[in-house]
């Protein structure tokens, strides 16, 4: 399948991290998979993917994503399938208070 | 064009818990204190590395989005990543959880610098910190898995190139000890003889001392001095055995280390309370041996005392400049700024109010 029939979804960030990207508040980027978003975001913005994964591949432990309003930890985690139009928020978690 | 300083003005880099700080001055006397646009990170190390151009670099160790090394071309003011950062591979199973220390390599390689990290790992830039290679030979050591952290983690915390061979470096480890390598980092030994454990079992292991800090002699590089969690420690043959130098101290626990380079064997110590973390007594100190460790003297003059004097200071939290008589830079883990500019006689207060301090460093512009 090439990147013309992958889902294309609304990823929204940060303000700590919006200076990767541009400085912009979201991108839109293509793929079936968080997985496969976060890699695609990785060969947009090379580096980004640090910020929000560790070297293993899990996601980092203050980081949060919501996949149209839902954690994806409780669904399947990086491998959560993503929808065509879908809105994905990456945050940082309520740390410390 | 960027911010510039003249030469002669002392820069010191102050890594805090939340962001990065200049203070300059010219006579050491009056300070300017200036916030850098690296606000928010947990800055363990910064240092201004003058040997190629003016670069400046610093360890961000962000509470949320990751460990990262930093370097700035116009002191401070705007922040770079590298092409290549510290990030292990995916296949060591390894996650990179602070970087402790960023030391610039010797004066005849001004494109090395070095790095170290937890988990206890160093990394080496050939090209001013664009891209970052795993020393291996450490990384694969045979008794790594056997290696355990100590409170701050399994940190690599100081790097020691030695200046007179190219292919001599030590690194310290908690709770590893120290290490060295005599063939440019492909194999590494041990060097932690009569340095004590005081909470193994067996108090004087091949491994496993909790070392705090490492310093070098400027001219005879086969000295070595540590402030250990068990002590403080002389080597007079580059780390093959050492000598307890604990003389006088009224403690043996203690973080930071510094010594004077125009008179070597004047080195300063910040011993404290180990259960507290703090000054012992009520009367925060800096000790001061001006003959090699044989006898320690309680510098005070300047410095606060009293029922709520409760100061700790970090590993990389001392340090002296490169003037005679000395300046000597103390930072404390709830960010107050000491300096001296006469080696150690005397005190004041350069900054207060700032986050607890983890590091302090100082470059003379040149």
């Known amino acids: 399948m090439d990147s013309a029939t992958l889902p294309g979804i609304t990823v929204f960030f940060p303000g700590a991290l919006r200076a990767k990207i541009g400085n912009r508040s979201s991108v839109l980027v293509a793929g079936h998979t968080i ?30 994503i919501f996949l149209d309003g839902e954690n994806i930890r409780y669904l399947q985690g990086l491998d959560t399938p993503v929808r065509n139009g879908g809105r994905l928020y990456v945050l940082q978690s309520v740390a410390g208070g | 064009m960027g911010r510039t300083y003249v030469p002669g003005t002392v820069v010191l880099s102050v890594g805090t818990k939340r962001g990065l700080f200049l203070l300059t001055s010219r006579d050491r006397e009056k300070w300017e204190i200036r916030s850098t646009a690296f606000s928010t990170g947990r800055v363990y190390h910064a240092i201004l590395d003058q040997r190629a151009g003016c670069r400046l670099f610093a360890t961000d160790n962000g509470d949320i989005f990751g460990a990262f090394l930093r370097y700035s071309d116009d002191f401070g003011e705007t922040w770079h990543e590298p092409k290549q950062g510290i990030q292990f591979p995916e296949s060591s199973g390894q ?10 390599g010797r004066p005849d390689e001004p494109e ?151 008179h070597p064997e ?54 002296t400049d490169t003037e005679d008589p000395c300046g000597v830079y103390v930072g404390t883990n709830t960010g107050q700024l000491f300096a001296s500019r006469d080696g150690g006689d005397s005190w004041q207060l350069i900054a207060d109010f700032l986050p607890p301090i983890y590091a302090v460093t100082a470059v003379v512009v040149g």
């Open chain 2, 95 to 104: 996650k990179l959880v602070n970087i402790w220390v960023i030391e610039p």
């Open chain 2, 266 to 319: 004047t080195v300063f110590v910040v011993v404290e309370d180990q259960d507290g973390r703090n000054n012992v007594g009520e009367q925060f100190t800096v000790y001061r041996t001006q003959d090699g460790g044989e006898r320690w003297e309680a510098l005070t003059r300047g410095l606060p005392g009293g029922p709520g004097v409760r100061l700790g200071v970090l590993r990389h939290a001392m340090c």
């Open chain 1, 35 to 64: 997985r496969e978003v976060i890699n695609a975001l990785e060969h947009d913005f090379p580096g980004l993917r640090f910020n929000v994964c560790h070297e293993t591949g899990e996601l980092r432990p203050y980081v949060n």
């Open chain 2, 112 to 262: 090395t610098v070095y790095a170290g990290v937890d988990p206890a790992s160093l990394w080496v830039s050939n090209d001013r910190g664009e891209t970052w290679e795993l020393n291996a030979g450490l990384a694969n050591h045979p008794t790594r898995e056997r290696w355990g952290p100590g409170f701050g983690g399994l940190c690599l915390h100081s790097i020691v190139p030695d200046p007179s061979h190219a292919s001599r470096m030590w690194v310290g480890i908690s709770a590893v000890g120290c290490m060295r390598t005599d063939d440019g980092g492909r194999n590494w030994v041990f060097v932690n003889k009569n340095v004590r454990a005081d909470f193994l079992p067996m108090v004087y292991p091949e491994f496993g001392q909790c070392i705090h800090r490492l310093v070098q002699h400027p001219t005879r590089p086969d000295i070595l001095y540590q402030q250990n969690h068990c002590g403080v420690y002389k080597s007079t043959n580059a780390g093959d055995d050492w000598i307890d130098i604990q003389q006088n101290l009224p403690s043996r626990f203690g973080f930071p280390m510094a010594l004077d380079v125009h």
